[in-house]
């Protein structure tokens, strides 16, 4: 099991995590560094963003477009959905996915400052996951959308 170390405190709550119905999705998607991004226009780094029931497409980014010490934006990314190269859904609980609407939520109504390799798109991304218990394997491993996206689907692939 990829479970949360909580789940291990007794027998009883690794069967009720084990039996506890998946039903719900969280979708991450990503493009590439050179992968298209409308209008003619290249990404020079890639990006990850997230899809959460019941609250659409949402990622992050710099609001100046500077890719150090800039204000950060959590904003809708539901037009930006198809430049998408990748994705990995991951089915949750209702409790998982509650947790990653409130982290969303929170993010929302407290962004950090966007700073490339040390809060940016993949950070968020990565947040979303770890609230919603999605395990993608060591987050200091993970440099880029793609090396979060490729982790996602070696841990969460079914």
Not at 14 to 29: C, G, L
Not at 33 to 53: M, P
Not at 104 to 131: E, G, H, K, V
Request: charged share 20%.
């Amino acid at each position: 099991l990829n479970a949360p170390g909580y789940v291990y405190n007794t027998q009883q709550s690794v069967w009720d995590y084990i039996e506890a119905p998946s039903r719900n999705k969280i979708a991450f998607y990503v493009w590439g560094r050179g992968d298209e991004t409308g209008h003619g226009n290249h990404s020079l780094t890639g990006h990850a963003f997230v899809w959460i029931k019941n609250m659409g497409y949402w990622g992050f980014g710099s609001k100046n477009g500077e890719w150090f010490g800039d204000e950060g934006v959590v904003s809708d990314h539901t037009r930006l959905r198809q430049y998408a190269t990748d994705s990995c859904i991951v089915y949750v609980t209702d409790q998982q996915l509650r947790q990653a609407q409130q982290k969303l939520n929170q993010l929302r109504n407290s962004t950090p400052d966007y700073n490339l390799q040390l809060y940016d798109c993949t950070s968020f991304a990565m947040d979303i996951a770890d609230a919603a218990e999605v395990y993608y394997g060591i987050r200091s491993l993970v440099f880029t959308p793609g090396d979060f996206m490729e982790r996602l689907k070696k841990y969460n692939s079914y």
